[in-house]
Each structure stands twice: as structure tokens, then as C-alpha cells.
T-cell receptor, first 112, second 114 residues
Framework: EDKVVQSPLSLVVHEGDTVTLNCSYE??????LLWYKQEKKAPTFLFML????IEKKSGRLSSILDKKELSSILNITATQTGDSAIYLC????????????FGKGTSLLVTP | GAVVSQHPSRVICKSGTSVKIECRSL??????MFWYRQFPKQSLMLMAT?????????EQGVEKDKFLINHASLTLSTLTVTSAHPEDSSFYIC??????????FGPGTRLTVT
């Protein structure tokens, strides 16, 4: 059975800290790994990763995929209170018709 | 970025009635859309895959006669919760697969069945 595991499940940091969120997966016929940020409503897309070792960056957020270790990390530098959210990792398999298998998420709280 | 809309954003209905939720991809054509359900403090659970012009594919444990899905055009999929019960109260989220890559989510619909 395909599985996506995120860690930690929750995290509290101070503004300005750097955080690293982890996602590991066991998926047959891996196609891509996606990161989403979910605040009060539906998830918003952050990154899609398909190739190992290539860092994707958007402002203070960056992410990289390690296909050998079957994992990905999402880094947030100089955190702000607006970064407080649930960060979801999802994996897409080639034979899933683009359906996503989500991890349970990491709940991040950034305190002033 | 790609935009997906959902309507209504919030609905309250009485037990036994049916509710229709619409999901639209506004700036791309989506042959595939997905419907997810999210319980409080839990992750998204895939309910079904909606394919334009064909029958939806339901995940194990999801009643297809209760959750009717129609994907009549490349920009619209609908989910109808039939004969709703209080246990159907949940946050329903649709997503659309962009042919250029990535899956984009609608803002979600909060359904409360009284």
C-alpha cells in the first residue's frame, strides 16, 4: 500500500527561525511529489518535484527531492507569523491517474 | 497561478436533502478533477476521480450512489451529496489537474447537515 509520512506532526518556532519539514514515501511507480500550504481553507500549491537533487526555490521557501532516500524536505528560512499553517506533502504515482496520496501534514506555528 | 473555484463555499442543509457542489477550473481545461474530503485536523482523503465524459472512479469505501459526480465539461465537475446525513458534514475540496502540470485546489465547501 502506498504511504506518505510527514514529520514532525507539529512544530512551534520563533519568528526568524529556520525550519525543515520532512516527507518520506513508499509509492509504486513514483511520478512526482508536491508540497502544499493549507491555512484556513483549501491547500495552495507550493512546489512540484520530479527530479532528484534539484532544489526548487520560492522566496524563503525551498524544497528538494531525494529519490534514493524516498524523501523530500521543505525548508523555510527567516520564518514569519504568516508562515503558520499546515504543510501537506502529497505523492503522485504514474498509475494513479494524477490522484494524490497525502501525508497527515505538519502543523507549523510561528510565534512572534 | 491556475485558479479553481468552488461553489458554494458554505452550505447548511437538512437531513435527507441533497446538495450539489460545483468545481470549476477557470483558466485551464481539466480532463481530470478530484474530489477530496477533509475531517477536522486530518489530511485530505481522496473520494473519487472525475474524468470528463466518463464515469467517475470512486475510492474504496466511498458510496457512488450517495456521492454523485458529474464531469460534463472540461471546466466543470459537480459533486452531489444525496440524502445527506449529519455524518456527511465535512469540508469537501475539489482539485483540477492542469495539463501543463500540477494539481490545483478549489477553496473548499463546508457542508453542515442538521
Amino acid at each position: 500500500e502506498d504511504k506518505v509520512v510527514q514529520s514532525p506532526l507539529s512544530l512551534v518556532v520563533h519568528e526568524g527561525d529556520t525550519v525543515t519539514l520532512n516527507c518520506s514515501y513508499e509509492v509504486t511507480n513514483f511520478r512526482s511529489l508536491l508540497w502544499y500550504k493549507q491555512e484556513k481553507k483549501a491547500p495552495t500549491f507550493l512546489f512540484m518535484l520530479t527530479s532528484s537533487g534539484i532544489e526548487k526555490k520560492s522566496g524563503r521557501l525551498s524544497s528538494i527531492l531525494d529519490k534514493k532516500e524516498l524523501s523530500s524536505i521543505l525548508n523555510i528560512t527567516a520564518t514569519q507569523t504568516g508562515d503558520s499553517a499546515i504543510y501537506l506533502c502529497a505523492v503522485e504515482a504514474r498509475d494513479s491517474g494524477y490522484a494524490l496520496n497525502f501525508g497527515k501534514g505538519t502543523s507549523l506555528l510561528v510565534t512572534p | 497561478g491556475a485558479v479553481v473555484s468552488q461553489h458554494p463555499s458554505r452550505v447548511i442543509c437538512k437531513s435527507g436533502t441533497s446538495v450539489k457542489i460545483e468545481c470549476r477550473s477557470l483558466d485551464f481545461q481539466a480532463t481530470t478533477m478530484f474530489w477530496y474530503r477533509q475531517f477536522p485536523k486530518q489530511s485530505l482523503m481522496l473520494m473519487a476521480t472525475s474524468n470528463e465524459g466518463s464515469k467517475a472512479t470512486y475510492e474504496q469505501g466511498v458510496e457512488k450512489d450517495k456521492f454523485l459526480i458529474n464531469h460534463a465539461s472540461l471546466t466543470l465537475s459537480t459533486l452531489t451529496v444525496t440524502s445527506a446525513h449529519p455524518e456527511d458534514s465535512s469540508f469537501y475540496i475539489c482539485s483540477a489537474q492542469n495539463p501543463l502540470g500540477g494539481q490545483y485546489f478549489g477553496p473548499g465547501t463546508r457542508l453542515t447537515v442538521t
